[in-house]
């Protein structure tokens, strides 16, 4: 049953970065004469994405007080991705989109519902811990407050294998 996950993982994983290279990514000769400016277009264009449909702020000429922020930090907003630093969470009003810095492998996988997905974050936890996190997910409104509660009745999460399709009764 593993092999059979892992497999259906790996090929989706697969068309993904092969789509998303015909798609986005300009075609770069790997040879001496690729210069770092053909690199940073490619890189550019891939994190178009992340910039729609929600527009999340942009800094430049970020000076750190210390290695998070946590005593301030100097920036200047940019007004191009291409000059950009860092990637804010702020997408206006008060308003965020989750930006994280997962220091995990993760996994985001398309679920059997078009525009859904299913996270893997490889970082075990104490169940105790997981709930807490599930809780406060529920709570922020990322996953449903159901979801939630069916997983702590049976104690795991799981969600279903893509090529299953969800049968409602």
Sequence with gaps: MSETITGYLS???????NSRRSTTLPKIEESKSSS?????????????????????RLYKDVKWQDEYGRDGWDRTPATSH???EVV???????IHCITLDI???????????????????????TWSKYKRLLKALARAGVVEKGYVDASIRRKHTAVRVPWKKKVVP
């Design 103 to 125: 220091d995990y492998p993760c996994y985001v996988v398309p679920s059997g519902t078009r525009g859904h997905f299913h996270l893997y974050i490889d970082y075990p936890l």
């Design 36 to 56: 770092a400016s053909q690199l940073k277009s490619a890189e550019s264009l891939q994190y178009r994405r992340v910039f729609e449909p929600y527009p999340r």
């Design 82 to 84: 291409m000059d950009a």
């Design 11 to 17: 090929e989706q994983v697969a068309k993904l970065r």
């Design 88 to 94: 804010s969470s702020e997408i206006g009003d008060g």
